[in-house]
Each structure stands twice: as C-alpha cells, then as structure tokens.
C-alpha cells in the first residue's frame, strides 16, 4: 500500500489496520540503516524486516477461518494446527507463531532432530497444554527416543512413521524408554497434485505408506497389543495446492483412509491435512501458474471440513480433530527484505556531431550497410532496419578482431543503431540495476526453481517509474541476476537512481517469509541479511523497532567454510610493518571477531536511543 509521502505503508492488521496504524517502510529503513549520529542503527544493508503484528494477524486470520468453518457447517471436531519450522525456524518466528497460537491449542511440526529440539524447548517454555508436537522427516533411534522423551515432559507428541521400517525403531525406543507412544501414518494418496510442488504426490511420491503398508502396519500394531497408539493420519500432497477442487480430492481420500483405521479398531482422533495451503504471489487469483492459487483461506478451510465432515458422516465414524501444517501461508507475508539499488548501467550509448565523423571512416562495405539501414529507416521500414542494423554491428566486430577498425568505431555503431532503434520506437533494452544483495543467499528459490516474489520499490511511487530495469546481484556469478518479474514481465519499472550523496534507492522483496531464510546458501561468500523486528506502537511513527542484528561478518562467513579467521588475522598481521592503522583496517575487514571486540552480533537498541520496548532487552 502507498501512502501520502509516496511510500510504500505496511498494515499489519490487514484490513483492519486503521489508517494512522500503517508502517511507512521508508521510515524503517532509515531508523534501522541510517547512521547512529542520527538515531539510526548503522546496520548494513540488505535488510529482513519482520513483522510480528503480521504473523499474529495470520495466525489468527488461519484459526478463525477454520473456526468459521466447522461452526457454520456444525462439524462435530475442532480444528488444531501446527507450524511447520522448516518454513522459517528463527528463534523469534517460532516463538511469536507458538505465543499467538497458545489460545488455539496450536502447535508445532518437526522435520529433522534439530527441529525436534527446537520446537520441544519452545513449547515447554510457551505452548499451549494440548498443542500438537507432530514429529515428521526420516528418523533414526536418537530421533524417536527423544520424540518419546516429551511425552514425559508433557508434551503431546506424535510420531508419524513416514516409512514402515519406522514402526520397529518406535517399538524398540518405545521398550527401551519404556514410554508409550502416540503413532500416525502418513498415507501416499493417489491424489496427484500437477505443480511443481506436487512431485512428492501421487502413487510414486518419494514419502507415505501405501495401501498394503497401511495394512501391515495395522496389523503388527495389532499383534504387540499396540493398536490404541494410532491415532493420527497425516498425508501432504505438496505446497500451492492450486485449488479446492484438487484440495477436496485428497482430503476426501484420507478421510477414507482415516475411516478404514478407525473401523479397524485403531484409536484414531486426529487427521492432518499437511501443507499446501498456497498464497497469490502474481495477484491473479487463479490456479494458472504455481504463483497463485484459486482460493481464498476461508474457501480452503471450507473445502477441508466439508470432506472431511462428509466422508465421516457417510461411514458413521466420529468426526476428528483437523490439524493442518501451513507453512507458507502463516510466515511468507511477515518479512521484507529491503536491498538498495547502488548503481545503474548507463543509458544505451549515443553518437553526436562530434562522434559522426568515425562513420565516414568505416570499410566501403560497413558504409553500405550503414547507408541501407538509414534509408530503411526514413521509410520507416522497421524490418529492414532491424536487419541492416544486424548486419552492421556483425560485421563491424568482425573488423576489429581483425584490426581494420578501433574501438571508437565500435561505439560510434552501437550509438547510430541505439538512436535508430529508439526512433523507430522500439523499446531500448532494460537497463541493469546493481543491488546489494546475493540471489544465492537471499532469494534462493528465484534461482532454483524460478519462484517469483514481487519486487517494487519502497519510496518514490507517486513517480513514474520511467525505466525498464532488470537486477543485478553482487556475486560473480552471471545467474545472479532478477530478470524476470510477476506478471511474466522481463523488467521491472524503476525510477532514475537519486544523484550521489542524495536518499538511496531502496526495493522491497515481499512474501519470502517462508523457504527462503534457511535455503540460502554462501555462495561467494555473501552471509545473510540483517534483521530488524518491527512492531506496532503509539510513537510518532506507529513503530518500534524491537529487536536488531546485523548480517554474518566476514570472520562469521569464513568460520562456516572451517577458515580460522583469527589465525588468519595473524598471519596476515605478521606483514604489516605499521602495526597501527593497517592492522585495525584488517581486523575491521574481517567483521566481528571476538577477541578483537569489533562488537557482539547483536545491536543495543537502548544505546542508540531506540525502541525501550522490553522486547529489545
Ligand atoms: N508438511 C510437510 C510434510 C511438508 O513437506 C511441507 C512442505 O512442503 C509442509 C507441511 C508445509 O507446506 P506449505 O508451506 O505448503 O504449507
């Protein structure tokens, strides 16, 4: 959203926010950017904003619309989510999503033995009793007995066998701990899921139990007296699942399942829909592209009650519990990560009188080309011009590499087919636009599998943006480059960057709250972003900045690659002669080395005069 100073406004409470209520992100980004001698926090671009008072306005937009669902259709269960860390597993995310859940019983999902710790301390430490600890991923002896372990400690766990092989390791940590557990399967659904996110769905999807697993995992439960300890179906058809009808498919498939479980006497009260609940990245509403879905969250949490509530009625089987592992509709729209376009590629060359003169100096068949593509373009004969223009340029390289013409020449062609092509009105070509950032390390979906997030500029939108642009990133790395836009555009529309000295020219990546954090790589060895967190407040400017760190230093960086930058510090050290301003200078380069003291990794927002919210302690 655009506000009066043209800049882009942030609401937190969606709609609901009211209009003295919105985060001027321009405003952010100075406090969190700008130098500490004028109340700014100094940190290094690019920089991840979050949002807590977004996440909030998710989770509870989420629980309501499931609540709506089940009360409005007088489904007999009630809805019970969890958060899937591996969309983002930042400390403060996990938290904040735990904190705003607790009223909603919502819970946590863990794919990986770190996850399982993570969510397991978050939830002792701030959980709701009965928030679910689903327990995901491959898992070995060490995995289970600690997923068992927080039962004892309260905590409502689930260990949901993604392979039948598991069922044995649960059995023997289950023995060895002596705790019993609480199981559920993921079911391979034959539902398939088209998009590039459904390649884990369908008959050959890599995770689940088949039919005849199902079967036999039933039945060895059965034979060790175990059979009360499933209790819980889960299936996952993929992410953006693209619409409901697809949605409805495979929930009413499960549900199938979940019912056939109950029938064989399992203890069964909880089915879990998975991921897969998709947001509108390209603003088309519509299930074209995996950038958009064609349904709203309500309409999702519709469609899941209705199968689901629909498949029990017909079998006679007690409506469950419906858990759902949202990911990237819960975290994707909290964060922004705002970078700085630093420079530009010039405008296309230009020729002028002073220049002409190298025409005259071209071979006699240069010359040719030269005088056809002219008359070309007085008939306005853009075909023709386009060819002779071609054709000029191609040969005119072939004569430098052979030394016939200079460089001059060179230029002097470029310049003549540039003003042609501009005066026959075809667009110039877009202009590149350098940014502060890594694709790799940032935006590592656009690189990977051609996700695209909408990118725009923070300040300035009350101007016409006069120039196709496209970005370019600070690896040497020709892939590192955003040249594809929402929209299937090929540039994006950006103002003239500010003269030297002036405001920088900030962008705003949106949406990347889920995936992008944890996915991203050092290639070049470019670290992370710093983070602010921005929360609502009655100041001045509707916000406090609760909470601020900067990026991985350069010694952070090479740690990471099991480079000593201490010792390469005094390596490098025992070459300088002057052991003064030289070695601070390194030891500055290097970034924040502990017994240097260069500074902790976490900024004090009390000494630079920010946010005393108790949050920035
Ligand atoms: N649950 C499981 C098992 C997953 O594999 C995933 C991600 O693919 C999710 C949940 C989260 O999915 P989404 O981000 O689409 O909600």
Same mark, same amino acid.
């Given at each position: 959203?655009?506000?009066?100073?043209?800049?882009?406004?942030?609401?937190?409470?969606?709609?609901?926010?009211?209009?003295?209520?919105?985060?001027?992100?321009?405003?952010?980004?100075?406090?969190?950017?700008?130098?500490?001698?004028?109340?700014?926090?100094?940190?290094?671009?690019?920089?991840?904003?979050?949002?807590?008072?977004?996440?909030?306005?998710?989770?509870?937009?989420?629980?309501?619309?499931?609540?709506?669902?089940?009360?409005?259709?007088?489904?007999?269960?009630?809805?019970?989510?969890?958060?899937?860390?591996?969309?983002?597993?930042?400390?403060?995310?996990?938290?904040?999503?735990?904190? !705003? *859940?607790?009223?909603?019983?919502?819970? @946590?999902?863990?794919? /990986? #033995?770190?996850?399982? &710790?993570?969510?397991?301390? =978050? +939830?002792?430490?701030?959980?709701?009793?009965?928030?679910?600890?689903?327990?995901?991923?491959?898992?070995?002896?060490?995995?289970?007995?600690?997923?068992?372990?927080?039962?004892?400690?309260?905590?409502?766990?689930?260990?949901?066998?993604?392979?039948?092989?598991?069922?044995?390791?649960?059995?023997?940590?289950?023995?060895?701990?002596?705790?019993?557990?609480?199981?559920?399967?993921?079911?391979?659904?034959?539902?398939?899921?088209?998009?590039?996110?459904?390649?884990?769905?369908?008959?050959?999807?890599? !995770? *689940?139990?088949?039919?005849?697993?199902? @079967?036999?995992?039933? /039945? #060895?439960?059965?034979? &060790?007296?175990?059979?009360? =300890? +499933?209790?819980?179906?889960?299936?996952?058809?993929?992410?953006?699942?693209?619409?409901?009808?697809?949605?409805?498919?495979?929930?009413?498939?499960?549900?199938?399942?979940?019912?056939?479980?109950?029938?064989?006497?399992?203890?069964?009260?909880?089915?879990?829909?998975?991921?897969?609940?998709?947001?509108?990245?390209?603003?088309?509403?519509?299930?074209?592209?995996?950038?958009?879905?064609?349904?709203?969250?309500?309409?999702?949490?519709?469609?899941?009650?209705?199968?689901?509530?629909?498949?029990?009625?017909?079998?006679?089987?007690?409506?469950?519990?419906?858990?759902?592992? /949202?990911?990237?509709?819960?975290?994707?729209?909290?964060?922004? +990560?705002?970078?700085?376009?630093?420079?530009?590629?010039?405008?296309?060359?230009?020729?002028?009188?002073?220049?002409?003169?190298?025409?005259?100096?071209?071979?006699?068949?240069?010359?040719?080309?030269?005088?056809?593509?002219?008359?070309?373009?007085?008939?306005?004969?853009?075909?023709?011009?386009?060819?002779?223009?071609?054709?000029?340029?191609?040969?005119?390289?072939?004569?430098?590499?052979?030394?016939?013409?200079?460089?001059?020449?060179?230029?002097?062609?470029?310049?003549?087919?540039?003003?042609?092509?501009?005066?026959?009105?075809?667009?110039?070509?877009?202009?590149?636009?350098?940014?502060?950032?890594?694709?790799?390390?940032?935006?590592?979906?656009?690189?990977?599998?051609?996700?695209?997030?909408?990118?725009?500029?923070?300040?300035?939108?009350?101007?016409?943006?006069?120039?196709?642009?496209?970005?370019?990133?600070?690896?040497?790395?020709?892939?590192?480059?955003?040249?594809?836009?929402?929209?299937?555009?090929?540039?994006?529309?950006?103002?003239?960057?500010?003269?030297?000295?002036?405001?920088?020219?900030?962008?705003?990546?949106?949406?990347?709250?889920?995936?992008?954090?944890?996915?991203?790589?050092?290639?070049?060895?470019?670290?992370?972003?710093?983070?602010?967190?921005?929360?609502?407040?009655?100041?001045?400017?509707?916000?406090?900045?609760?909470?601020?760190?900067?990026?991985?230093?350069?010694?952070?960086?090479?740690?990471?690659?099991?480079?000593?930058?201490?010792?390469?510090?005094?390596?490098?050290?025992?070459?300088?002669?002057?052991?003064?301003?030289?070695?601070?200078?390194?030891?500055?380069?290097?970034?924040?080395?502990?017994?240097?003291?260069?500074?902790?990794?976490?900024?004090?927002?009390?000494?630079?005069?920010?946010?005393?919210?108790?949050?920035?302690?």
């Amino acid at each position: 959203f655009v506000n009066d100073d043209g800049d882009i406004a942030v609401r937190p409470h969606g709609a609901a926010t009211l209009p003295g209520q919105e985060i001027d992100l321009a405003k952010v980004v100075a406090r969190a950017a700008g130098p500490s001698a004028g109340g700014g926090l100094g940190l290094p671009l690019p920089l991840l904003v979050r949002f807590p008072d977004v996440l909030r306005h998710r989770v509870e937009s989420l629980n309501a619309a499931f609540d709506y669902a089940v009360r409005s259709t007088g489904y007999g269960g009630r809805y019970q989510g969890v958060y899937p860390v591996k969309c983002n597993q930042d400390r403060y995310v996990v938290e904040d999503i735990v904190e !705003f *859940g607790a009223p909603f019983g919502f819970g @946590l999902e863990a794919g /990986s #033995k770190p996850e399982l &710790l993570l969510t397991m301390s =978050c +939830l002792v430490a701030r959980g709701s009793p009965d928030a679910l600890l689903v327990c995901n991923g491959y898992k070995d002896l060490e995995y289970v007995s600690l997923a068992l372990i927080a039962r004892t400690m309260g905590l409502n766990t689930v260990i949901v066998l993604e392979q039948e092989e598991e069922l044995d390791i649960v059995v023997e940590a289950s023995r060895r701990l002596d705790i019993r557990p609480v199981v559920g399967m993921r079911a391979k659904l034959r539902t398939k899921h088209a998009g590039h996110f459904g390649a884990t769905s369908g008959e050959k999807g890599k !995770f *689940g139990l088949n039919a005849a697993q199902i @079967l036999s995992v039933v /039945s #060895k439960l059965k034979a &060790l007296g175990m059979l009360d =300890c +499933l209790q819980l179906l889960h299936f996952h058809i993929g992410s953006q699942i693209p619409t409901t009808a697809l949605l409805a498919d495979g929930v009413g498939e499960a549900a199938q399942i979940y019912c056939e479980l109950a029938r064989m006497g399992a203890a069964m009260r909880v089915i879990d829909v998975g991921g897969g609940l998709g947001i509108d990245y390209d603003g088309t509403h519509s299930a074209q592209t995996d950038m958009s879905v064609a349904y709203s969250l309500e309409e999702y949490a519709a469609a899941v009650v209705a199968a689901v509530g629909r498949v029990c009625d017909r079998k006679g089987v007690q409506h469950p519990v419906i858990c759902s592992e /949202s990911g990237r509709a819960l975290v994707s729209h909290h964060s922004v +990560l705002v970078f700085e376009a630093f420079s530009a590629s010039a405008p296309a060359a230009n020729i002028d009188s002073a220049t002409a003169y190298l025409l005259d100096e071209l071979t006699d068949d240069c010359r040719n080309d030269y005088r056809n593509l002219m008359a070309a373009a007085v008939r306005g004969d853009f075909e023709t011009c386009a060819l002779y223009a071609d054709q000029l340029k191609r040969r005119c390289a072939e004569q430098f590499k052979e030394g016939v013409l200079g460089l001059e020449h060179l230029a002097a062609v470029d310049g003549l087919c540039e003003i042609v092509a501009r005066g026959m009105g075809v667009a110039e070509r877009p202009r590149t636009y350098n940014i502060n950032l890594s694709v790799f390390t940032s935006l590592p979906d656009m690189w990977a599998i051609e996700q695209q997030f909408p990118i725009i500029p923070i300040q300035r939108l009350q101007e016409r943006p006069a120039i196709d642009g496209i970005l370019s990133d600070l690896t040497c790395d020709s892939d590192g480059k955003v040249d594809q836009f929402i929209g299937g555009r090929h540039s994006l529309p950006l103002h003239e960057l500010p003269s030297h000295g002036t405001r920088g020219y900030y962008l705003g990546m949106f949406l990347g709250g889920a995936y992008q954090e944890a996915l991203g790589g050092l290639h070049n060895l470019f670290g992370g972003p710093s983070v602010v967190r921005v929360s609502q407040s009655d100041g001045p400017h509707c916000f406090a900045v609760t909470r601020a760190a900067p990026g991985p230093s350069c010694a952070d960086v090479l740690r990471a690659m099991q480079h000593e930058p201490e010792v390469m510090f005094e390596v490098l050290k025992q070459r300088i002669t002057d052991d003064g301003a030289t070695a601070a200078a390194l030891a500055r380069a290097f970034g924040a080395m502990p017994y240097l003291s260069f500074g902790g990794s976490e900024v004090s927002l009390e000494s630079s005069g920010m946010s005393s919210d108790s949050e920035g302690s």
